[in-house]
């Protein structure tokens, strides 16, 4: 296993239903990748701007001044109160550490890399890219003797699954017992919508009511391309346990893993404010209940969901049919058959595109409905 070994990327797959939605007598809407479509905001835009003198190397474990930024932004948005910055690193996106942490970490042949059943599947991509072996598995109880990287991702991608305090704890005790390193993709946090979600922050897996007073053998990692719309920044951080950060910032060091300085300056710049963070979460709200009501009008079944930048649906057939069904609307979705085996019957929708082309696409979905 390896490179080579890794399968043609599968959005290309999708095409012949781009071309079929945009046969639509109104358009396409595009509701099949969570690219951001709003503007970045003015303040991170200016701060990008001020910091163009960048004629000196970065830094590869960010600026004092990023790093005391993501130190604080746990503290205030994740219920973190105890990093310093030791535990901290800014990434080049969050795609680039989830695919590289097998690497960074020395994993390969023989090694297991735990992620969820239905998943981002950059997960497998990072284990088959060293020769690991990667394992799909949801229940903590099930993970097996000789994984060394386990990966959750809460709130999920595509589906929502959101972990609970109590939830975490025993995931965390079970990836210690195996000697794991356990990682929790937490890119969707700022975005809970239902259950106890619609009021509580989501637990990171380093709040203190989870870590049981140590941080050894975790990671959270974290993003800005959603809150703050800086997905063509690549601007991510990850923060956790001390030595393996302190491993990470060697290698990364080795490999020229640098975020370019003026990004680093806006990340810093972005996570202090929170305003822009809340403006853009009820512009996600607001798309998403429109497209709530819809779905469901038009026979879609909502699974999980309760959190995340996605609306994760069913009808009871193959997502490809769902697909087809989709695109005559006019409407593109992404296939359940991209997140793992065991969600063929799935298509994910996102909340990012125009809130008119969001309208539009409510609009024929009730129509459709039978």
């Known amino acids: 296993m390896g490179v080579r070994d ?43 701007a001020e910091a163009t003198d960048a004629h000196a190397y970065p830094q590869t474990v960010g600026t004092p001044a990023l ?28 795609k680039e ?39 799909a598995i949801d229940d903590p109880a099930d993970w097996p003797v000789g994984a060394k990287l386990i990966w959750i991702n809460t709130p999920g991608n595509p589906d929502g699954r959101t972990w609970s305090v109590s ?39 380093l709040d203190p009511r989870v870590t049981g007073g140590t941080r050894a053998g975790l990671l959270s990692v974290y993003s800005l391309s959603k809150q703050s719309n800086l997905a063509g920044y690549r601007a991510a951080l990850l923060a956790g346990c001390a030595r393996i950060v302190g491993d990470l910032l060697t290698a990364r060091k080795h490999l020229g893993l640098m975020p370019p300085a003026p990004v680093q300056h806006a990340m810093a710049v972005a996570l202090r404010d929170d305003d822009h963070v809340a403006a853009q979460k009820e512009l996600y709200r607001a798309r998403r209940e429109l497209l709530v009501p819809a779905v469901r009008a038009a026979g879609f079944r909502i ?63 009730r129509a459709s409905a039978r």
Not at 21 to 47: M, N, Q
């Open 67 to 94: 790093r005391e930024a993501i130190v604080d932004w746990y503290a205030r948005r994740r219920g973190v109160p105890d990093l310093a910055v030791g535990n901290v690193l800014p990434t080049i996106g969050s």
């Open 303 to 365: 699974d999980g969901s309760e959190a995340g930048l996605y609306l994760w649906l069913t009808e009871g057939r193959d997502a490809w049919d769902s697909m087809g069904r989709l695109a005559d609307l006019g409407i593109l979705a992404g296939p359940g058959h991209f997140y793992g085996d065991h969600s063929g019957d799935h298509v994910r929708v996102s909340l990012t595109a125009p809130g008119e082309r969001v309208a539009a696409a409510a609009a024929r979905l």
């Open 167 to 205: 939830e975490l704890q025993v995931a965390v005790a079970r990836a210690r017992e195996l000697g794991a390193v356990l990682a929790s993709d937490e890119c969707y946090a700022e975005l809970g919508w239902d259950g106890p979600w619609a009021s509580e922050p989501i637990p990171s897996v």
């Open 6 to 48: 890794l399968a043609n990327y599968p959005w290309d797959a999708v095409e012949p239903y781009r071309d079929r939605a945009a046969g639509h007598p109104d358009g396409i809407v595009d509701l099949s990748i969570g690219s951001p479509v709003d503007p970045t905001p003015e303040i991170i835009r200016r701060a990008l």
């Open 97 to 135: 550490l989830v695919a590289l942490l097998p690497l960074l970490l020395g994993l390969g042949v023989g090694d297991v890399v735990v992620h969820p059943r239905v998943a981002y599947p950059t997960y497998a991509v990072g284990a088959t890219t060293v020769g690991a072996t990667p394992l």
